[in-house]
């Protein structure tokens, strides 16, 4: 009865008894569960395909946790642009009403999200932000304090910035203080009344007033000087229409409105897997998706102007390098969506991501800029969030950019000749590390550095001037030489070739960079 029973469960189980020299041999495992077609695994296979599929389950929701985190803290973002905006008018006037240059000990650009203190007499210094604009970058003044010899209470305006709120507590006490929506307001209205004050025992001439408050009401197209904005769509739509863009292979045209992006998306006949949102913009978000057999990203813009296939088709131009992936164009009734596709047997990953040393991700960027300017091209906005990694295997093979929104075609915008027609630039010329009538190629090597820096401390760069002229601080002669043994000269060097390039040809410019940083390479 007992073999009897064993026979009727292999039988349930799939794996009936063999018989091998008369002797009844009776299967120990289930073979159905092993059967792969005709192939049969081993149990080992088995545990490693359970692993690997469980695994997947942990990466995807954990990607879709850090989604809904990113996407929340977007949308609180985009809460504090709204409250910041309510206060520009009252910062522009605060601005404007800052200490006599006399007063002024120093000056140094500040990041928004930095609050590091240059080293120095800072016993003897209050330091108060300024905000010039919206790009980041702010103004940070050291006036001498009152109570300290040499200090007068005209030498002492209280500026109040969206970012940074440094009001002292007490004497000697010198902490930067994050304050509350609630609290800025309060501290706000102070501040102005206090320079309201302050104007009229100074007597200050009010046409002077009155001409500086238009300078800073409209500071872009004075910077133009009345040219046509680089980055007009109607400008850009002639131009493409001059070129015939519409006739290039991987341009289609859809008589419909932008289709909605959720887990799948038809475009083309094609069908695209969406697993989420790597960039969200004003004009446009970035999706990380896949076909059948390749990775992709998906750019859907919600301008109807396909600038990014014009220009990344120009980057493409006569280059014999496989590496970059192939691009498509779906221009719809209020929009266009652009798709990269991966090459053969290469992947997609965000360049922060890369695991790769700084000095491969920071010469593959040395390369981009010098393949954009030798085919007189600009980015004018390089930053992390839309360059992209691409791998073949385990070899970081090209960096690229996914969004050209900002970028400049020189041959066919030839009336391009200077940073100040470039909006992104105008931040740099405020702060004076830019002349106005400086090359527009300027800025892409403000950018290099910008992105350079972020990727080699994990932090944005803050701008100060020494005797030397630019720099990073984190590399300046005051930092300590042991963030980078062995490497921080070099960085230095790096960084003050780029920020001062100014007179000087920027693949000149790229060229020394980049045969810098080879020799870390040996």
């Not at 100074?202 to 300078?215: I, P």
């Not at 009401?217 to 910077?223: L, S, Y």
Request: aromatic share 6%.
């Amino acid at each position: 009865m007992a073999e009897l029973h064993v026979n009727t469960q292999s039988a349930q189980s799939g794996a009936g008894p063999e018989e091998e020299g008369g002797a009844r041999q009776v299967s120990e495992y289930c073979k159905d569960q092993l059967t792969r077609g005709r192939e049969e695994l081993s149990v080992e296979e088995l545990r490693a395909e359970r692993y690997f599929l469980l695994r997947q389950r942990s990466v995807e929701e954990r990607l879709k946790s850090l989604t809904e985190m990113k996407q929340q803290l977007s949308h609180e973002l985009q809460e504090k642009r709204k409250l910041l905006l309510l206060r520009e008018s009252q910062q522009q006037v605060l601005h404007a009403a800052a200490s006599p240059p006399s007063a002024v000990s120093s000056v140094l650009i500040y990041d928004e999200s930095t609050a590091a203190r240059p080293a120095g007499n800072s016993e003897l210094l209050d330091e108060f932000f300024l905000q010039p604009d919206d790009t980041g970058l702010s103004l940070k003044i050291r006036v001498p304090r009152p109570d300290f010899p040499g200090g007068t209470t005209g030498d002492l305006p209280i500026l109040v910035d969206p970012h940074h709120s440094s009001v002292p507590q007490e004497p000697g006490s010198y902490t930067t203080n994050k304050l509350s929506p609630i609290q800025e307001t309060s501290v706000g209205a102070v501040a102005w009344s206090l320079l309201e004050d302050q104007r009229q025992d100074k007597n200050q001439n009010q046409d002077q007033n009155q001409d500086q408050n238009q300078e800073e009401v409209e500071p872009d197209h004075a910077m133009r000087g009345g040219a046509v904005d680089a980055c007009d769509p109607e400008a850009r739509q002639q131009l493409l229409d001059i070129c015939d863009v519409t006739s290039s292979p991987g341009f289609h045209c859809e008589s419909r409105p932008l289709p909605p992006v959720n887990s799948c998306l038809q475009l083309g006949g094609d069908l695209y897997h969406i697993y989420c949102r790597v960039v969200d913009e004003e004009m446009f978000s970035i999706y990380n998706g896949a076909t059948n057999d390749d990775n992709v990203l998906v750019k859907v813009g919600r301008c109807r102007v396909p600038w990014d296939f014009h220009q990344f088709r120009r980057l493409k131009e006569n280059s014999s390098v496989d590496s970059l992936p192939q691009i498509s164009c779906f221009l719809f009734l209020d929009g266009c969506i652009t798709v990269y596709t991966c090459p053969p047997d290469h992947m997609f990953t965000e360049l922060t991501e890369c695991e790769d040393s700084v000095v491969c991700k920071s010469l593959l960027l040395l390369q981009l800029v010098s393949e954009l300017h030798s085919r007189h091209l600009l980015h004018a906005a390089l930053r992390p969030s839309i360059l992209v990694a691409s791998y073949r295997g385990l070899n970081l093979e090209r960096v690229f950019p996914v969004d050209w929104s900002s970028s400049v075609d020189l041959d066919m915008q030839q009336d391009v000749t200077s940073v100040q027609q470039l909006s992104s630039a105008h931040s740099y010329i405020r702060v004076g590390l830019l002349e106005p009538t400086a090359p527009p190629q300027l800025v892409d090597l403000l950018g290099v550095a910008e992105t350079v820096h972020l990727l080699l401390t994990s932090s944005r760069m803050v701008l100060v001037k020494d005797d030397d002229g630019w720099t990073a601080e984190r590399f300046s002669q005051d930092e300590s030489c042991d963030m980078c043994p062995g490497t921080w000269t070099t960085w230095s060097r790096f960084f003050r070739s780029l920020l001062n390039a100014s007179g000087r040809c920027s693949m000149s410019v790229l060229s020394d960079v980049t045969e810098q940083l080879s020799l870390l390479l040996k």
